[in-house]
């Protein structure tokens, strides 16, 4: 199992943003999160990276613990295991005085600690991947928001994630480009990485995933193969969700 998520519960404030959400995902398992704007997929994504802290439940990642019952790890050990994970953004959050390469190499050297060669030699084949070898020189205000993406996307993969986390990586992107993206996540299926997804994309959803997590208000209201989740016109929020798309 790649993560183990026990009775968690994030609260802002006095709002009860998750409510004692439990889930398992398998290792190299594709799960995609969908469900109303507020109903909590991004804090929940951001308390499985340690973006925020949950206010109680447990945390596993590959059988380790991230947070136990509130009793944390040492940070040592909990950089350890966040090394595994990576986390893709809708806005991109590329270094703007750099380039697509250097965007690359940067956490790879400065993080990893690792030779500017070899750094350069894996940033080359991960952008020649997402199909932008002709564009590693290239700043990212000379990109489009789909290629500025797709570097996103490969500098996450050059530190090896076994874990990746995309929180609608496609919403800021006009329709055209919104494709070449969903394309190089869907080429990462089959590769052993477990992909946690947030997206608004159905088809994309209904066609990579081996579950769906509907949430809504903070819970997991269901949580399913993608045939089941687009075929459930028995739970009335779900198809009252789904029909908006
Ligand atoms: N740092 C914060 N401080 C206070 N409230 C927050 C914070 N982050 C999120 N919230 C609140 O938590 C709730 C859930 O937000 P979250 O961003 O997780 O929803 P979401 O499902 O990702 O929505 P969307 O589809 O619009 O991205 C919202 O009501 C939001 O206002
Ligand atoms: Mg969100």
């Given at each position: 199992?790649?993560?183990?998520?026990?009775?968690?519960?994030?609260?802002?404030?006095?709002?009860?943003?998750?409510?004692?959400?439990?889930?398992?995902?398998?290792?190299?398992?594709?799960?995609?999160?969908?469900?109303?704007?507020?109903?909590?997929?991004?804090?929940?994504?951001?308390?499985?990276?340690?973006?925020?802290?949950?206010?109680?439940g447990t945390l596993e990642v590959f059988g380790d613990p991230l947070v136990c019952n509130n009793r944390n790890p040492e940070k040592k050990e909990r950089?350890?295991?966040?090394?595994?994970?990576?986390?893709?953004?809708?806005?991109?959050?590329?270094?703007?005085?750099?380039?697509?390469?250097?965007?690359?190499?940067?956490?790879?050297?400065?993080?990893?600690?690792?030779?500017?060669?070899?750094?350069?030699?894996?940033?080359?084949?991960?952008?020649?991947?997402?199909?932008?070898?002709?564009?590693?020189?290239?700043?990212?205000?000379?990109?489009?928001?789909?290629?500025?993406?797709?570097?996103?996307?490969?500098?996450?993969?050059?530190?090896?994630?076994?874990?990746?986390?995309?929180?609608?990586?496609?919403?800021?992107?006009?329709?055209?480009?919104?494709?070449e993206v969903l394309t190089v996540i869907k080429s990462l299926k089959n590769t052993g990485i477990t992909m946690i997804i947030v997206s608004h994309e159905?088809?994309?959803?209904?066609?990579?995933?081996?579950?769906?997590?509907?949430?809504?208000?903070?819970?997991?209201?269901?949580?399913?193969?993608?045939?089941?989740?687009?075929?459930?016109?028995?739970?009335?929020?779900?198809?009252?969700?789904?029909?908006?798309?």
């Amino acid at each position: 199992m790649s993560i183990k998520i026990r009775n968690i519960n994030k609260s802002f404030g006095n709002l009860n943003i998750l409510k004692d959400i439990s889930l398992d995902i398998n290792s190299g398992e594709i799960i995609s999160i969908i469900g109303p704007s507020g109903s909590g997929k991004s804090t929940l994504l951001r308390c499985l990276i340690d973006l925020e802290e949950i206010d109680s439940g447990t945390l596993e990642v590959f059988g380790d613990p991230l947070v136990c019952n509130n009793r944390n790890p040492e940070k040592k050990e909990r950089l350890e295991i966040l090394k595994k994970m990576g986390m893709v953004f809708q806005s991109f959050n590329l270094f703007p005085h750099k380039t697509a390469i250097e965007n690359v190499i940067e956490p790879l050297i400065v993080v990893d600690k690792i030779k500017k060669e070899v750094a350069i030699k894996r940033a080359m084949k991960l952008l020649t991947m997402v199909g932008l070898e002709d564009r590693i020189n290239n700043y990212p205000s000379t990109l489009s928001g789909g290629q500025q993406q797709r570097v996103a996307i490969a500098r996450v993969l050059a530190r090896n994630p076994k874990i990746l986390l995309f929180d609608e990586p496609t919403s800021a992107l006009d329709p055209e480009t919104v494709k070449e993206v969903l394309t190089v996540i869907k080429s990462l299926k089959n590769t052993g990485i477990t992909m946690i997804i947030v997206s608004h994309e159905m088809q994309f959803v209904k066609q990579v995933s081996d579950r769906v997590v509907f949430m809504d208000c903070g819970t997991i209201l269901s949580c399913d193969t993608p045939d089941k989740i687009f075929n459930s016109a028995k739970n009335e929020r779900i198809s009252k969700f789904l029909n908006n798309f």
